[in-house]
């Protein structure tokens, strides 16, 4: 059982470039998102999905882009990459509300020189 | 607006003490309490939840943590720490009570543990 599956695990941009971190999860959930991670500032939600073709803001989108074409898939778009935008990324998934756990990929360290 | 604190950037306790790593949290509603930790490199593990009933949760690698209503609190203890529990600790909270938003987890900025042998 893969989990959730975060690609590439490091990656250095030049400002202005775009990308994609690409997210997959084994385990049929509804309800994905993806958090940045900053030092001092814990984790930070950027977008999220509640189902294939149905996507929303979280506290930090600005500068980023998802979709959610299938349950499996919730790439994360940088569409002109920014300094700021440096940092850790994490995909997460969940079955659904309520109490579930939230499962988180091994994180994406990208550098915008 | 459901937030969390993690009063304490670092804590250093020396192996075979107990530990405890601290937690409040503020909700309009219910909330669902999380813990997870991070090694070096890693991503997020999940150790325990609180979700309603016993105050005291009791998760994985020996670590427990207990819900305190009337003080918002779900700090994080463990009797006796090893040098392996050495990880950042993020606590989190969900507002169940609140729609759609609930899905969203609101984290902590995290705790530094260390356990010096």
């Known amino acids: 059982n893969a989990g959730v599956t975060q690609t590439p695990k490091f990656q250095v941009l030049k400002t202005g470039q775009s990308m994609t971190l690409q997210c997959a999860q084994d385990?049929?959930?509804?309800?994905m998102s993806w958090y940045r991670q900053d030092p001092g500032m814990g984790l930070r939600l950027i977008h999220y999905?509640?189902?294939?073709?149905?996507?929303d803001q979280g506290e930090v989108p600005n500068g980023y882009n998802v979709s959610r074409s299938t349950t499996e898939d919730f790439p994360l778009r940088l569409l002109s990459a920014a300094p700021s935008q440096t940092s850790v990324y994490f995909c997460?998934?969940?079955?659904?509300?309520?109490?579930?756990?939230?499962?988180f990929g091994e994180g994406s360290w990208l550098t915008v020189v | 607006a459901q937030s969390v604190a993690q009063p304490e950037d670092q804590v250093n306790v020396a192996e075979g003490n107990p530990l405890t790593v601290k937690c409040t949290y503020s909700?309009?509603?219910?909330?669902?309490l999380f813990w997870y930790v991070q090694y070096p490199n890693r991503g997020l593990q999940f150790l325990l939840k609180?979700?309603?009933?016993d105050n005291l949760v009791k998760g994985s690698y020996g670590f427990e943590a207990e819900f305190n209503k009337s003080q918002t609190s779900f700090h994080l203890k463990k009797p006796s720490a090893l040098v392996s529990d050495s990880a950042l600790y993020f606590c989190?909270?969900?507002?169940w009570g609140s729609g759609a938003g609930s899905y969203q987890l609101t984290f902590g900025k995290g705790t530094k543990l260390s356990v010096i042998p």
């Open positions: 385990m049929n959930h509804e309800y």
């Open positions: 989190a909270v969900r507002d």
């Open positions: 999905s509640v189902g294939a073709g149905i996507t």
């Open positions: 909700v309009s509603g219910n909330p669902y």
């Open positions: 609180y979700i309603t009933g």
């Open positions: 997460a998934s969940t079955p659904g509300l309520s109490g579930n756990t939230i499962y």
